[in-house]
Nanobody, 117 residues
Framework: QVQTVESGGGLVQPGGSLRLSCVVS????????MAWYRQPPGKQHELVAE???????NYVDSVKGRFTISRDNAQMAVHLQMNSLKPEDTAVYYC???????????WGQGTQVTVSS
């Protein structure tokens, strides 16, 4: 059974930074294309950033230039560095496999990011 454990969220002022981490267990992580998703209050999960198994990255327009996704295959982890945070980035953040690469893993508990002054 694949498990994801997200961490690193918190309350931050607009313009601030956070670094999220997600540790994955129960699968061959190094071959997995991974992604970060977020779920704003009252909305569905939405894709934020993707990283292929060989490190190619892709971002939704709203976070380009502000967020950076990375992976550490030895630690079976994927990270999301978030800079210049805005109130509209407020959401619960999750990691999972990239869309259309297979059935989603069971969603973890996520990590809450709140951007507010």
């Amino acid at each position: 059974q694949v498990q994801t454990v997200e961490s690193g969220g918190g309350l931050v002022q607009p313009g601030g930074s956070l670094r999220l981490s997600c540790v994955v267990s129960g699968t061959t992580f190094s071959s997995l294309p991974m992604a970060w998703y977020r779920q704003p209050p009252g909305k569905q999960h939405e894709l934020v950033a993707e990283i292929s198994n060989d490190g190619n990255t892709n971002y939704v327009d709203s976070v380009k230039g502000r967020f950076t996704i990375s992976r550490d295959n030895a630690q079976m982890a994927v990270h999301l560095q978030m800079n210049s945070l805005k109130p509209e980035d407020t959401a619960v953040y999750y990691c999972n496999r990239q869309p259309a690469t297979g059935k989603f893993f069971p969603w973890g508990q996520g990590t809450q990011v709140t951007v507010s002054s």
